[in-house]
Every structure is written in structure tokens, then in C-alpha cells.
């Protein structure tokens, strides 16, 4: 199966350049249907689902390869590549955002900037660096995923989503985490909450915009300065926006903040 099928890549827009939409943890490409079209008129659009996800193929999902993030970033580059992207734009949501970080140090050519939404490049404390989580409260989490799965999305899904004036989208999110293969989401879950990539900022190339909500229970103001403070040449817009996922709470300033960017 080609990796547009498998990843069931969607392109869509008319621009000379191209932007590319990566999604969180347990959602899929249509997160970004609020996003997305605005960018058509003056970009090439691509989005998909990472595997294990949405519409990808779930019987290409290897659990080595994607026990780590690098694995999910190989995809984006291997996808770049068929798409012959040069001087990209990619967009990534949460744990995505990491995983652009590894493609663009492993294809520096292929991206000009990255747009990091809720960025955390680790999630536990460690000494000085405080990423939200101690240990025993990722144990606990990923425990309780792995006990019940539904249940664990019910939870939690409205919590990452916040914004309880709007609890369709902490519905909405639920309903999407209850779809995704329990299997496949208790692995991505231990890979996203237990990677460490702070090394990997560093090595960024790509100008850097950072998303940050003002309240985030998932990525902190104090973890988006960290990630800004390492990538050398990144800067942060702190959304009014509150929650984990702007792009459907608050699409309006994401897509004005992307815009004044790219």
C-alpha cells in the first residue's frame, strides 16, 4: 500500500507552497476542519492520519517502529518526500509538535517553519524542569488507560479539552479517543507521555512558532517558554484561548496567529 493510502493522505488547496496538519494524541485529521480551509487559498494542504489513527491503515501499525516518536516521524518525512515537499509549513498539535521537531531535524530541507500547538517535550518532572506530571501520576494515568480504556476517554477527554461552556467538544474528543484502537492508544499513550526529546530542540533549523493556551493542564505556559528558550529561533503567542486543543476551541486565533507567521 502506498503511504498516502496507508495515511490516507488528503491534499487539497492551490498554493506554491505547502502546508501540512499533524494531529494529537487519540484524534485524527479531522481536528483541523476548522483550521485548514482558511489556508487553502494561498497554500497546498496536506493533511493525515497518523497510523493507528482515523482512516490509516491499522494493519501497517508495527509496535517497534512506533515505540518511539521517531517512528511517527519518519512517516511525515517519508510523506514529504513522495509530496516532494521543500520549504514546507508544518502544523502539529501536541504531541505532533514533537514529532515535527524530529522531522524537521531529519529533513531540514523539507520544512522552513514549524507551528508547535501545545508543545511539551516532556511530560514528567525532572530536577529543575517541571513538564506537569510526576512520574507516579503518568504510571497512574497510563494504569487507568490500560484498565479501561472507554472509560479512561470519558474522563479525561473533557479535562485535556477544557472549556466546559462547550462540552460538545469535550463530547467530541471523548467519542474520538473511543474510536481509536485500545490496543494501539495504550501504546501511543506510554510513548507520548513517557518521551523525553528536550535534547531535540536544539537541533532545530526551522523558524518556530509556539501555540500556548493560557490554561493548559497538558502543556503549561512555563513548559512552551522552556521549549521557546531551546529552539533558537522560535517565539510564543499565548492565545487567549484555554484547554489542550485551540484548533477546535479557538480556531479563529490559531488560524490568525499562524497567518502573521507564515
Known amino acids: ?22 494531529h494529537g494524541f487519540g484524534c485524527d485529521q479531522n481536528m483541523w476542519r476548522f483550521v485548514e480551509p482558511e489556508f487553502r487559498e494561498d497554500f497546498r494542504t496536506v493533511l493525515f492520519d497518523h497510523v493507528g489513527a482515523g482512516k490509516s491503515d491499522l494493519s501497517a501499525y508495527d509496535p517497534a517502529k512506533y515505540g518511539a516518536l521517531q517512528g511517527y516521524a519518519d512517516d511525515v518525512v517519508a510523506i514529504g518526500e513522495k509530496l516532494g515537499l521543500r520549504g514546507a509549513v508544518f502544523v502539529g498539535h501536541s504531541v505532533s509538535a514533537m514529532i515535527g521537531v524530529l522531522a524537521a531535524i531529519e529533513a531540514p530541507e523539507m520544512f522552513e517553519s514549524l507551528v508547535l500547538i501545545g508543545p511539551s517535550p516532556r511530560y514528567i518532572d525532572d530536577g529543575d524542569y517541571k513538564g506537569g506530571f510526576t ?23 473533557p479535562v485535556i479539552m477544557g472549556n466546559p461552556n462547550q462540552p460538545e467538544l469535550g463530547e467530541e474528543l471523548t467519542n474520538s479517543f473511543c474510536r481509536t484502537d485500545p490496543e494501539i492508544a495504550k501504546q501511543f499513550a506510554r510513548v507520548t507521555f513517557m518521551s523525553d526529546n528536550r535534547h531535540d530542540l536544539g537541533k ?32 510564543t503567542v499565548i492565545l487567549d484561548a484555554t484547554g489542550h486543543c485551540p484548533n477546535l476551541s479557538a480556531p479563529a486565533e490559531v488560524i490568525a496567529a499562524i497567518r502573521r507567521f507564515v
Open 135 to 157: 512520574v507516579a501520576q503518568i504510571e497512574e494515568l497510563l494504569a487507568s488507560l490500560d484498565d479501561n480504556h472507554l472509560g479512561w476517554s470519558a474522563a479525561m477527554a
Open 204 to 235: 532545530v533549523n526551522a523558524r518556530v512558532l509556539i501555540l500556548q493556551c493560557k490554561e493548559d493542564i497538558i502543556a503549561s505556559e512555563a513548559v512552551g517558554a522552556y521549549v521557546q528558550k531551546h529552539i533558537p529561533d522560535s517565539q
Open 1 to 22: 500500500m502506498s503511504i498516502i493510502a496507508r495515511n490516507n493522505v488528503t491534499i487539497a488547496g492551490s498554493g506554491l507552497r505547502t502546508m501540512i496538519f499533524a
